[in-house]
T-cell receptor, first 110, second 114 residues
Framework: EDQVTQSPEALRLQEGESSSLNCSYT??????LFWYRQDPGKGPEFLFT???AGEEKEKERLKATLTKKESFLHITAPKPEDSATYLC???????????FGKGTRLSVIA | DAGVIQSPRHEVTEMGQEVTLRCKPI?????LFWYRQTMMRGLELLIY????????DSGMPEDRFSAKMPNASFSTLKIQPSEPRDSAVYFC????????????FGPGTRLTVL
């Protein structure tokens, strides 16, 4: 069964304390790995798509990386406004929908 | 662009009542997706359309759920009759190239069935 697992479920950081969120996947052929940010009461907002192992993408304080088994979302010197739930989703072979993880709730404390 | 528009934003109803959720996708997007999000199960795809035609409805939980897309700018998700276990946040998303492409989500409808 195709699965996407995110860890930790929740993460609390001090402002400026860098860390990483993990997204591990067991899918039958990865076509793409998506990262989304979701603020309370809002829909997920697209951040990145990664397609192949070794690929990296950056946006402000966020950097996403991909290996053959997992993806990491690195947050450098986070600020309180980075607090949100971060979701990853895998696009697999065939005409199948995205498989979403349950997300990591990030809280950045000033 | 206004983004994906959903209405209502909040819906409270009683068990057994009919509920209709509405979505207007981003103009020019040929694909429309309906998702349900709960704490227990996360984000689940219910159904998606391409050019107004339902492509995959395997995620629709029961016959009580139905979705339509009468034209390129409007879709509805209907639950009849509603049950307390249907309480969740329902999202609509749209994209240009379907499953390969970035999906843009609406703000969601929080449904509470008493």
């Amino acid at each position: 069964e195709d699965q996407v697992t995110q860890s930790p479920e929740a993460l609390r950081l001090q402002e400026g304390e860098s860390s990483s969120l993990n997204c591990s996947y067991t899918v039958s052929g990865l076509r793409g790995l998506f990262w989304y940010r979701q603020d309370p009461g809002k829909g997920p907002e697209f951040l990145f798509t990664l397609y192949s192992a070794g690929e990296e993408k950056e946006k402000e304080r966020l950097k996403a990386t991909l290996t053959k088994k997992e993806s990491f979302l690195h947050i450098t010197a986070p600020k309180p406004e980075d607090s949100a739930t971060y979701l990853c989703a895998a696009r697999i072979l065939g005409n199948t929908p995205l498989v979403f993880g349950k997300g990591t709730r990030l809280s950045v404390i000033a | 662009d206004a983004g994906v528009i959903q209405s209502p934003r909040h819906e409270v109803t009683e068990m057994g009542q009919e509920v209709t959720l509405r979505c207007k996708p981003i103009s020019g997007h040929d694909y429309l997706f309906w998702y349900r999000q709960t704490m227990m199960r996360g984000l689940e795809l219910l159904i998606y359309f391409n050019n107004n035609v339902p492509i995959d409805d395997s995620g629709m939980p029961e016959d009580r759920f139905s979705a339509k897309m009468p034209n390129a700018s409007f879709s509805t998700l209907k639950i009849q009759p509603s049950e307390p276990r249907d309480s969740a946040v329902y999202f609509c998303a749209s994209s240009t190239l379907g499953l390969e492409d970035t999906q843009y989500f609406g703000p969601g409808t929080r449904l509470t069935v008493l």
